[in-house]
Nanobody, 125 residues
Framework: QVQLVESGGGSVQAGGSLRLNCAAS?????MGWFRQAPGKEREGVAA????????VYADSVKGRFTMSRDSSENTLYLQMNSLKPEDTAMYYC?????????????????????WGQGTQVTVSS
């Protein structure tokens, strides 16, 4: 089972930036970032097939968030710019050693079987 540890959350004002980190142990086929605000369902933010390194994004974050991976460190990143109050949520890193590249764009949490503990992001107006 892949182990994931997130870091990098915090509180910023609207328009600010944060970078989330996710250190992974073990091989992965797909990795993703998800978020969950209080009272809402978990939603996909971005995902990639780790061997390809090309990310897909939710429409709500496209152009503002950038997902990347350092294969030498086995670490996933989420650079978040132009943050908005509606970006406030607990952010989770997720992974699976198996998966489907054709399903990647669905950003479906059920495609992932390893989850980090989460890191809080709070954006104030």
């Amino acid at each position: 089972q892949v182990q994931l540890v997130e870091s990098g959350g915090g509180s910023v004002q609207a328009g600010g930036s944060l970078r989330l980190n996710c250190a992974a142990s073990g091989d992965t086929f797909i990795m993703g970032w998800f978020r969950q605000a209080p009272g809402k369902e978990r939603e996909g933010v971005a995902a990639m097939v780790t061997a390809l390194g090309l990310a897909v994004y939710a429409d709500s974050v496209k152009g503002r968030f950038t997902m990347s991976r350092d294969s030498s460190e086995n670490t996933l990143y989420l650079q978040m710019n132009s943050l908005k109050p509606e970006d406030t949520a607990m952010y989770y890193c997720a992974a699976n050693r198996r998966g489907s590249s054709t399903r990647l764009r669905r950003l479906d949490p059920s495609d992932y079987n390893a989850w980090g503990q989460g890191t809080q992001v709070t954006v104030s107006s």
